[in-house]
């Protein structure tokens, strides 16, 4: 409050207790008086609050439900919850679309206890699910149980025993693990999988799997002694491979990559540890040639971008990038290049 508006409030204050007190009689009267006027205060004080809220917020009181679902979209899960705390509407709204609580993130063992709620708001639709936790047994329950309508899987945690032996992942799209290193699961698990996200893999020695049909991109480090032990995958719709060195020694395609067959690819990605020797990366865009032919089966060309992650060149290492330069895949579109980024 600005000191005009205050010692206008204050004189008419002044003026309507000299007119209240000119018929009082007795100081208790007086005492009496302003008390009145306090409770007048308090209970116009309400009145001038909501006829604040009518005037200045009037546009977002008036915006339609499908606009109001499209802002709280924006929110994670615990602000949609808070929302339908404002009032009566905006609680109609959030808990009136289920598609608000598809996407489901826990990030402690105490907060699976809210899952069946949120469960509940979601409806029938597929749900996306982003669990961190500490006890595999927590969550193993409620991934089996609702296996059938998961799209979107994320596990930060140790991977639940038996996952990949349980019921099929039919509308599984989208898994990631982020955690420890892991098998890479059979394709009959879920047959329609579209991204692998692994933070660390093995190819397990089990000969010939149903492929995966529908995965385009691929993401991982393997952790196999040697991939040439391994069967190979097969991903015949596989677009962009992306592969994270994590070994300190030099990379050799021949042991540290697992034999994708995949005749569409056209981009790979390779992360290196951060701060990576340029002599390593070198050597590992000379083997690029040998990797499309005899790993991946792939003609010279067939690759349109090659990106380097992790990657950070120093003064001294010109001479090695304009080598790496001319080892560049040989493409007949001259827009077609190398990309390097920094971490």
Same mark, same amino acid.
């Given at each position: 409050? @600005?000191? &005009? ?27 009496? +008086? ?29 915006? $339609? /439900? ?14 949609? +919850? ?53 006890? /595999?047994?927590?969550? &193993? ?12 899987? *994320? ?13 099929? +992942? ?17 394709? @009959?698990?879920? /047959? ?17 799997? !149903?492929?995966?049909?529908?995965? *385009? ?17 097969? +991903? ?13 020694? $030099? ?21 290196? !540890? ?20 005899? *790993?991946?089966?792939? $003609? *010279?060309? @067939? ?30 579109? /001259? ?9």
């Amino acid at each position: 409050m @600005s000191g &005009a508006v205050h010692k206008q409030i204050y004189g008419l204050v002044v003026e309507i207790m000299r007119e209240i007190m000119r018929e009082l009689s007795s100081a208790s009267d007086v005492k009496a +008086a302003a008390r009145a006027i306090r409770c007048v205060v308090d209970q116009a004080l309400p009145d001038a609050k909501q006829s604040w809220n009518t005037s200045t917020v009037w546009t977002i009181a008036h915006f $339609p /439900p499908e606009l109001l679902a499209q802002i709280f979209s924006w929110l994670d899960i615990a602000g949609r +919850a808070r929302v339908t705390e404002v009032c009566r509407d905006w609680r109609a709204v959030a808990l009136g679309d289920p598609s608000l609580w598809t996407q489901i993130k826990l990030r402690n063992d105490e907060d699976m206890h809210c899952f069946d709620s949120l469960l509940r708001r979601a409806g029938t639709l597929f749900l996306a699910l982003d669990l961190d936790y500490q006890d /595999p047994d927590a969550v &193993a329950p409620i991934i089996a149980d609702n296996i059938s309508r998961i799209s979107s899987l *994320t596990l930060r945690g140790i991977c639940p025993t038996g996952l990949f032996h349980g019921p099929s +992942a039919t509308q599984l799209r989208e898994f990631e693990y982020r955690n420890e290193v892991i098998s890479i699961p059979r394709s @009959s698990w879920a /047959p329609n999988l579209q991204h692998l996200s692994l933070s660390g893999f093995r190819v397990p020695l089990l000969g010939n799997d !149903r492929p995966f049909r529908h995965l *385009t991109h691929f993401y991982g480090s393997l952790l196999n002694s040697d991939a040439r032990r391994t069967p190979g995958l097969y +991903a015949p719709s596989l677009v962009i491979l992306e592969f994270i060195k994590c070994r300190s020694r $030099p990379f050799d395609w021949r042991k540290d990559l697992p034999q994708f067959h995949a005749p569409n690819l056209r981009e790979l990605v390779v992360a290196f !540890r951060v701060g990576e020797k340029p002599s390593y990366v070198l050597q590992l865009v000379k083997g690029l040639r040998v990797l499309l032919r005899d *790993t991946l089966g792939l $003609p *010279t060309g @067939s690759i349109s971008r090659l990106t380097l992650r992790n990657f950070l060149a120093q003064d001294g290492d010109i001479a090695v990038l304009s080598q790496i330069a001319q080892e560049v895949i040989m493409t007949d579109d /001259p827009d077609d290049s190398i990309h390097s980024t920094s971490p």
